[in-house]
């Protein structure tokens, strides 16, 4: 639906997009995500047509859009600030875009309804647009842009002004949304968890290009550098040597953890020269209790902080001769003990949840 081959954008001098090649599939909700500055916002607006480029291809829907202005492209953008016009009713607001349009009036407002209807604002349309909440306004921006019909909703940030409860409620029915309509939608985000959790697949940006692109699962159990390991979530690591290696297994020596053997697919990271080390996420390692047993290998550790959060409790352990803390979270399990600081406890981890980088 949506291809960049090599997009370059230079501000002046400065080099925004450096050479972005992928694909966006058909009805696929697609994230862009990265750190503020690395150029996301910049890439969907050179599908909008709001951004030029400097040299490569964008296609939508298999048409070069080089010469396609904003308004004539098969897209439409819902905006953080969501660009409503307060002195209007949200029926006015919803119907705008249609304002050239040649339908009577009865048609415009059947399809204001259904607009209305699709973001669960039925009923709404007299209201003024001011007596919103920030949610209700969300959703008519959402409306407003649905109404046209596009082929690709773009979302840049949507869901950030609204606060944390309102977030995910509105992340669940954009997922809902997007199902129902089925269009493509791309979303600029900088919040790995909104990502993971509406992402049919996720592009991974830093300093002006794509660095992983893949579905979330593969970004989080399989991140292709440090760098994307680390902002996906919580990631520990440990020094290792690679003491032997095949074409389909690596014999490791990671410090607290001893002599391990991994399977090729667990370092998916193209090789940097920094010096390996090995990652795992702080859920594949679990405290044992008394009378419980690994399944897999285990260690020994000292227990330095506790962090509880009622249903989880985070604590950060130190391995036999690793100078670094590694961050285990368990479940709270109602009648399980939370540990205290200072005690030494058994630890079960698992060979298959490794990640080598090197
Ligand atoms: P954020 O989450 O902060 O919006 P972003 O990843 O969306 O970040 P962009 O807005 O795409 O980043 O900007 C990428 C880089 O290009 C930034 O360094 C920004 O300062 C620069 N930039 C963006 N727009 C312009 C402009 N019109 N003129 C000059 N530089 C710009």
Redesign the pocket.
């Known amino acids: 639906m949506i291809e960049f081959r090599d997009v370059h954008k230079y501000?002046?001098e400065?080099h925004?997009l450096r050479g972005v090649t992928a694909q966006i599939k058909e009805g696929e909700f697609f994230s862009l995500l990265?750190p503020?500055?690395?150029?996301?916002?910049?890439l969907l607006r050179t599908i909008a047509g709001f951004e030029g480029i400097s040299s490569g291809v964008v296609l939508v829907d298999d048409k070069d859009m080089a010469r396609v202005p904003a308004n004539k492209r098969p897209t439409n953008m819902v905006f953080q600030s969501y660009a409503i016009f307060p002195h209007l009713t949200v029926a006015q607001n919803v119907g705008f875009g249609l304002r050239r349009d040649p339908r009577t009036p009865a048609e415009k407002a059947v399809l204001v309804e259904e607009a209305l209807g699709m973001v669960g604002l039925a009923g709404y349309g007299n209201r003024a647009a001011h007596a919103l909440s920030g949610g209700q306004r969300q959703r008519v921006a959402l409306a407003r842009a649905l109404i046209l019909k596009p082929k690709v909703l773009l979302l840049d940030e949507p869901l950030s002004a609204l606060d944390k409860k309102m977030r995910e409620q509105m992340q669940v029915e954009l997922i809902r949304l997007q199902r129902q309509v089925g269009i493509t939608f791309v979303l600029?985000t900088?919040d790995q968890e909104e990502a993971l959790v509406m992402s049919d697949r996720i592009a991974v940006m830093f300093e002006g290009n794509i660095s992983q692109l893949a579905d979330p699962e593969t970004l989080y159990r399989r991140p292709n550098s440090r760098k994307v390991a680390e902002f996906i979530g919580v990631m520990n690591f440990l020094p290792a040597d690679i003491k032997g290696e095949t074409s389909d297994k690596i014999q490791l020596d990671v410090a607290g953890l001893g002599a391990v053997e991994i399977d090729q697919d667990q370092a998916p990271a193209a090789p940097s020269g920094a010096g390996a080390v090995v990652g795992f996420r702080p859920e594949t390692l679990t405290i044992l209790f008394d009378g419980q047993t690994a399944t897999d290998r285990e260690t020994e550790a000292l227990i330095e902080e506790v962090v509880y959060y009622g249903d989880m409790t985070y604590y950060d352990v130190r391995l036999d001769g690793v100078a670094s803390p590694v961050r285990i979270s368990m479940r709270n399990v109602f009648g399980r003990p939370v540990l205290d600081i200072g005690a030494r406890t058994r630890v079960a981890w698992s060979a298959g949840a490794l990640v080598l980088f090197r």
């Open positions: 501000y002046g400065y925004a990265g503020s500055g690395c150029g996301k916002t910049t600029v900088h």
